[in-house]
């Protein structure tokens, strides 16, 4: 059982927009900021979003991140084929004093 | 360009111990603390711990303290991680991860290694 809850899969068509939700608590994302990864098979994890809502270089514009009280959202907009994978939010947790990451949602593009 | 380049696949039997090598290389290696996340199959990344790089301190999660030990070798911009009483719940992919942030870590993991498959089995 994951300290950060995300819904297990989302599906879209090509060219449409999923959002993905990840949940906390106070101790966790109501007090910190989140990261979010995305994570193709066989392949490491990739850093998509920091503090919330910022991208890395050479993430483009249609991945964004957002927060509200001890919840999360990351959007991705007009969908494509190679977005199909797994995205994990993640965040430091003070109760844990660990870092801690959702169990992961797998994206569809149908 | 930032790499970080790991030890291979091991096979340990049960109650054994595993060391795992991440080499540094790109950028100034003291600058950024590094982390170690393992990913069993099938299930998402989890936290194991974070390694200062100039002073060697380390911090980790409750659940491997007392069989986790983070090092690092500066000479050779290399960090390890040593995991004792292995069992086969510890069968994973271990990676390195360099935090984003120089000199004050925010655990944001933005460069991986290419992770090690750690295989317990009797």
């Known amino acids: 059982q994951s300290v950060l809850t995300q819904p297990p899969s989302v599906s879209a068509a090509p060219g449409q927009k999923v959002t993905i939700s990840c949940s906390g608590s106070?101790?966790?994302?109501?007090?910190?900021?989140v990261s979010w990864y995305l994570q193709l098979p066989g392949t490491a994890p990739k850093l998509l979003i920091y503090?919330?809502?910022q991208r890395p270089s050479g993430i483009p514009d249609r991945f964004s991140g957002s927060k509200s009280g001890t919840s999360a959202t990351l959007g991705i907009t007009g969908l494509q084929t190679g977005d199909e994978a797994d995205y994990y939010c993640?965040?430091?947790?003070?109760?844990?004093?660990?870092?801690?990451f959702g169990g992961g949602t797998k994206v569809t593009v149908l | 360009q930032v790499q970080l380049v790991q030890s291979g696949a091991e096979v340990k039997k049960p109650g054994a111990s595993v060391k795992v090598s991440c080499k540094a290389s790109?950028?100034?290696?003291?600058?950024?603390?590094i982390h170690w996340v393992r990913q069993a199959p099938g299930r998402g990344p989890e936290w194991m711990g974070i390694?200062?790089?100039?002073?060697?301190?380390?911090t980790y999660a409750q659940k491997f303290q007392g069989r986790v030990t983070m090092t690092r070798d500066t000479s050779t911009s290399t960090v390890y991680m040593d995991m004792s009483s292995l069992t086969s719940d510890d069968t994973a992919f271990y990676y390195c991860?360099?935090?984003?942030?120089?000199?004050?870590?925010?655990?944001?993991?933005?460069?991986w290694g290419q992770g090690t498959l750690v295989t317990v089995s009797s």
């Open positions: 991860a360099r935090d984003r942030n120089q000199l004050l870590p925010k655990y944001y993991f933005e460069y």
């Open positions: 790109g950028y100034t290696f003291t600058d950024y603390f």
């Open positions: 390694i200062n790089p100039i002073g060697g301190d380390t």
């Open positions: 106070s101790s966790n994302i109501g007090n910190n900021y």
């Open positions: 503090d919330n809502n």
């Open positions: 993640a965040t430091w947790d003070f109760s844990l004093s660990a870092g801690v």
